[in-house]
């Protein structure tokens, strides 16, 4: 684990946390890529290692939570529609996760997506 300043109380959660980021803990958002968003917002963040897989980390959970409760409206959705009689079972039981499905699921979270003013006719809005 790495060396932390003795005069910090730190929890025993906190240490814990701390030595399975030291870890080989593997990420889906790659570590130069935060990196490169540190240095872009204008903070440097060679020397924290652990701060830079810290956020690693919560930007894969936000990421899996965001797709997840896309694809549960996207299954809702689907049981919505009804059903073709001429189209195959595997067809019929594959999911499709849309745009609209992402962006309602962000804005749960209070991120408000919006479409590229070059779109005609952007989604939802035929």
């Known amino acids: 684990m790495a060396q932390h300043d003795?005069?910090?109380s730190v929890s025993a959660?906190?240490?814990?946390?701390l030595a399975k980021l030291d870890d080989d803990l593997p990420t889906i958002v790659p570590?130069?890529?935060?990196?490169?968003?540190?240095?872009q917002a204008g903070c440097n963040c060679d020397d924290n290692p652990q701060l830079v897989k810290l956020v690693a980390?919560?930007?894969?959970?936000?990421?899996?939570?965001?797709?997840?409760?896309?694809a549960a409206l996207a299954r809702?959705?689907?049981?919505a529609q009804p059903r073709g009689?001429?189209?195959?079972?595997?067809?019929?039981r594959r999911l499709v996760l849309g745009p609209e499905d992402a962006a309602q699921s962000l804005?749960?979270?209070?991120?408000?997506?919006?479409?590229?003013?070059y779109y005609?006719?952007?989604?939802?809005?035929r």
């Open 85 to 92: 009689g001429g189209r195959a079972k595997d067809a019929e």
């Open 76 to 79: 809702r959705r689907a049981v």
């Open 120 to 125: 005609v006719n952007p989604p939802g809005r």
């Open 57 to 70: 980390v919560a930007g894969q959970h936000f990421l899996s939570t965001v797709l997840n409760d896309a």
């Open 31 to 39: 570590e130069e890529l935060v990196v490169a968003q540190f240095k």
């Open 107 to 117: 804005r749960d979270y209070g991120v408000n997506v919006r479409p590229a003013p």
């Open 6 to 8: 003795p005069s910090i």
């Open 13 to 17: 959660a906190t240490q814990q946390l």
